[in-house]
């Protein structure tokens, strides 16, 4: 393939992978050092060396902290958290170098067996999880995938397919295929003679030009064995993955070849990782009981707080349509003997009923045959099957086994050091839908240790903690904070500021002379100082007296928000008789409200007020307000059905479960002995609760509510013959039962089709002024400059605008910056406005409010405009949002705009792709309008709107 010019393939990559953060600042800088450095066969390692440390040694960057390869060849470690998505960012590595014309040859590196079988099914197109998807590189040639099973078939030597063609190669190997020595002696099976090529496979890959290596989990190859079998394959450069940067053993070694890191407490702020939390009872001394007793203890709350995850991750898949998370419990124990005597203890009769007997994975070396090769095929499926609901293991779990669905980890007899690291917690650190849902139990890995609970928030805050890291802040020009004091920078809409009353001066000039971006911004004056953006200033209003600016003033803020219930379009403020109602209304509000007596006359009043609305008419986008009631008496309820109750296994609680978060040190409480009165008939333990939905009337639904509650009690009763612990368990977990079972009954809900009348209690809205923080110079910046780091953005406030009824914005994304350049370019755009909060009411099924990033108005539409990355154009919650906006849209076109003549309303759902230099508002508005559904439209009586 025509090789791709390098920056453009580190964008095309980000976006196609969607990468996140951490992800792309690795690829850029992979990006800067092949530019540095152009490895090669021929490469001068120590010149290599000494380019990379200019730019990534001595300290020149926090997140840095390299000094040499360490290896005969370029090699460059990239330190990134468990769970952030090192698979993926090897298979962009990989995109890159294919893409650029830099190598076709790949070899990817894992240290065992787990591992070895991960990264096969990865690299798999048809894997979920396939880390190519979306590289048009490879969408019609995939790289071909040799391994230890299928090489000597000379798969590799022959091409990517039978025609010889010259796609990527790529060699996937455990670590003990490639060692120098093995059993006897004897040399691996990859490094003796293959007839079809003369020589070894290891030797044909060592004579490759263009090999390149990547190491997974590259700390496991620090040892003379594989560092030795590393080097004989000569790759031109080593591409290392790693959460832990350190050599194994007992005299660990920091890298000294890292180029970029990213840890466990960065990832946890920016959410790509759940929370860990700690766990104990409260009002517990764990002096007060001894070893056995405190072990059995951690056992019975562990299991409790796992079965409350159960329910309340079941209880989330229902209300978001997402697959159902069955989740594990993961118990560390100290060797061998103790792993087997936990796990008789967990199947006993004694330990609740023998609730989970057959459902206990015991893992560890010692394990021989049948037993071992179940085991470790239970471990590897643990996040598919759902039949295993407690891992017994010895010591810390290996890397590779890091999963999305263990959310309870209970280490016996271990140290707070030993808890608080990665290998420990990163093994429960993955997110199970790929993202921070907002639920807490879900975003939640949590650690019982209640003889440990104080030691470990304790411990969690030191510098070298998980939750927390101290770095050096420098303060000054060029350093990390700026100088300039942080201020609040108001964003008024142009029309507020254009009534403005004019600065005030200042007491003394600045020694320089120049002014902050953010003070020109706020004042509206035209000064550029460097560096940075100054917002232009508004346009000059056409009265500027004191007493004119006054009264300009009362209309828009005082008058306009009145009389915009009263008339029926924006378009009435350009009535003469409207336009005199306003300005004796204005005179009035001064007199009365304001104790302010105008000399102006009131035909002066009325030029002013005259003016203001003729400004305020070009500068506004009209958004009505829309009232929506029921035209008759709406009926609803739930029809009969079975709750799905298999997973429901929670178990009695006798004493308080107090949870809390270590980064963030918020606390709450799981009570197994809630108080109060004891109610005779079982059931009202969660009628109680279920009635606390708005949705559920008692006296409609009674009947209903008790056959469920009735459900749940002969579920439980089955479990818990004794009457006192089946209370236990109705009154300790009510809360989260009847979230659950309300979940369901939503499934289950009828509602009379009714219609609706929709009025207009508004023509029109005041923009309401937006607030935006500034903390340097560089803050405000020309809307056609894209940051240079575009992770960056939020941090920015934009000016430069000519179109927008506000002078200055901020964007989530740069996708919304370039929506910016193209609605300023486009022709057909009059007005458009990033809407702050509260300015658009529109609200989703849930009764959420939405506020959509675009509102526009062209020569002929008025535009409700939502962009989004090509992976979450499905998202339920984009869907759910989509489809109320879509349905303001119809509403407000059917029921305001057709009755007064104003132009229609549309909701446009963009992809990031699709907001192109070449694009256009009417192309996006053809490809990406969404239709209201039929069926919500035929609701709303048209011929009584």
């Not at 350190?246 to 660990?252: C, P």
């Not at 639904?701 to 004794?722: C, I, M, N």
């Not at 910046?781 to 406030?797: G, Y």
């Not at 309303?905 to 990031?912: I, R």
């Amino acid at each position: 393939m025509q090789p791709v010019d390098p920056k453009r393939a580190v964008t095309q990559i980000t976006q196609r992978l969607s990468l996140r953060k951490p992800q792309a600042e690795a690829l850029r800088r992979l990006d800067d050092i092949v530019d540095l450095i152009s490895p090669s066969k021929d490469t001068d390692v120590a010149a290599a060396r000494a380019a990379v440390r200019q730019v990534y040694g001595d300290q020149k960057l926090s997140d840095a902290t390299f000094d040499d390869f360490e290896r005969d060849f370029p090699s460059i470690c990239f330190a990134l958290a468990t769970g952030v998505g090192k698979t993926r960012l090897m298979g962009a590595f990989i995109s890159y170098l294919y893409m650029i014309g830099k190598s076709r040859n790949f070899f990817v590196l894992a240290p065992n067996l787990t591992i070895y079988e991960k990264l096969l099914a990865d690299f798999q197109p048809t894997s979920p999880k396939y880390v190519f998807r979306g590289i048009e590189a490879f969408a019609h040639n995939a790289p071909l995938i040799v391994n230890a099973e299928n090489y000597e078939e000379g798969r590799g030597v022959r091409g990517t397919d039978l025609f010889g063609r010259e796609g990527a190669i790529i060699n996937i190997f455990n670590i003990s295929k490639i060692n120098s020595e093995v059993r006897g002696g004897n040399s691996p099976r990859i490094k003796r003679l293959q007839e079809y090529i003369g020589d070894s496979y290891f030797a044909y890959l060592s004579g490759l030009d263009d090999l390149v290596l990547l190491m997974d989990e590259a700390h496991r190859y620090r040892g003379s064995a594989g560092a030795k079998a590393i080097a004989e394959l000569k790759p031109i450069l080593g591409l290392e993955v790693t959460a832990t940067p350190k050599t194994v053993g007992s005299k660990s070694q920091d890298f000294r070849n890292v180029v970029y890191r990213y840890e466990l407490p960065d990832a946890m702020e920016d959410g790509y990782v759940k929370e860990p939390a700690v766990g104990t009872r409260a009002n517990f001394d764990p002096k007060s009981v001894d070893a056995e007793t405190l072990q059995r203890m951690k056992l019975e709350d562990g299991v409790s707080y796992h079965e409350h995850v159960r329910v309340a991750l079941e209880t989330y898949a229902r209300q978001h349509d997402e697959k159902v998370v069955r989740p594990f419990m993961l118990v560390v124990t100290q060797d061998t003997t103790h792993a087997r005597q936990v796990r008789e203890f967990i199947e006993s009769d004694g330990f609740f009923g023998g609730n989970y007997k057959g459902r206990v994975a015991e893992i560890h070396s010692k394990l021989t045959g049948e037993e071992s090769d179940e085991n470790a095929q239970r471990l590897l499926n643990i996040e598919k099957d759902g039949d295993t609901d407690i891992v017994i293991h010895v010591n810390k779990l290996k890397e590779g086994w890091d999963v999305s669905n263990l959310f309870t980890i209970v280490p016996l007899r271990a140290s707070a050091s030993d808890i608080l690291t990665e290998q420990t917690l990163g093994r429960g650190l993955r997110l199970p839908y790929g993202k921070r849902t907002g639920v807490e139990v879900v975003d939640t890995l949590t650690v019982i240790a209640h003889e440990r609970f104080d030691e470990l928030i304790s411990k969690a805050k030191e510098e070298n903690g998980v939750t927390r890291k101290l770095k050096a802040v420098l303060i000054g020009d060029g350093g990390d904070v700026p100088a300039a004091k942080p201020v609040v920078v108001p964003a008024p809409s142009v029309i507020e500021q254009m009534l403005a009353p004019p600065p005030a001066a200042p007491a003394a000039a600045p020694q320089e002379g120049a002014v902050s971006p953010v003070a020109a911004a706020q004042a509206g004056t035209a000064t550029q100082p460097t560096p940075g953006f100054a917002a232009p200033p508004a346009p000059a209003f056409k009265y500027s007296k004191p007493e004119e600016l006054n009264i300009a003033r009362t209309v828009l803020s005082v008058v306009l928000p009145q009389i915009s219930k009263e008339v029926s379009s924006i378009k009435d403020l350009q009535d003469p008789k409207v336009i005199a109602r306003i300005a004796s209304a204005a005179v009035a509000a001064q007199k009365f409200d304001q104790g302010l007596f105008s000399t102006m006359t009131i035909e002066q009043a009325t030029a002013v007020t005259e003016e203001v609305c003729k400004q305020f008419v070009q500068r506004t986008i009209a958004i009505p307000t829309l009232t929506i009631t029921p035209k008759q008496q709406v009926s609803f309820g739930f029809k009969p059905f079975t709750l799905a109750l298999q997973s429901w296994n929670y178990q009695p609680l006798s004493k308080e479960l107090m949870i809390q978060v270590l980064r963030t040190e918020t606390k709450r409480t799981i009570s197994g002995e809630a108080g109060g009165e004891r109610p005779e008939r079982l059931e009202d333990y969660l009628v109680t609760k279920l009635i606390d939905f708005p949705e559920i009337d008692y006296d409609a639904h009674a009947a209903t509510l008790y056959d469920l509650a009735g459900q749940v009690v002969a579920h439980f009763r089955a479990k818990y013959p004794d009457e006192e612990q089946l209370r236990t368990v109705l009154q300790g977990h009510a809360k989260q039962m009847a979230e659950a079972m309300f979940a369901q009954m939503k499934a289950n809900m009828w509602r009379d089709q009714a219609n609706y009348r929709v009025t207009v209690t508004a023509a029109f809205e005041n923009l309401k002024p937006q607030t935006f923080d500034g903390s340097s110079q560089a803050t405000v910046r020309d809307f056609r400059q894209a940051p240079e780091r575009l992770s960056e953005i939020k941090r920015f406030i934009f000016g430069g605008f000519k179109k927008c009824c506000y002078q200055m914005a901020k964007f989530d994304s740069d996708t919304e910056r370039k929506m910016a350049v193209l609605l300023e370019h486009d022709d057909t755009v009059q007005l458009w406005m990033k809407p702050g909060p509260n300015q658009f009411k529109v609200y989703d099924a849930d009764g959420l409010p939405y506020q959509p990033d675009f509102v526009v108005e062209t020569e002929t539409d008025k535009l409700i405009i939502e962009t989004k990355r090509q992976s979450e154009m499905n998202d339920v919650l984009v869907k759910r949002k989509g489809d109320a906006a879509s349905l303001w849209a119809f509403i407000a076109t059917e029921f305001h705009g057709k009755t007064v003549s104003d132009k229609p309303w549309s909701y446009l759902l963009v992809p990031e792709d699709a907001v192109r230099e070449n694009a256009t508002v009417k192309g996006l508005q053809a490809s990406h309008t969404r239709i209201a559904d039929t069926d919500l439209r035929a609701r709303y009586d048209l011929a009584n709107g």
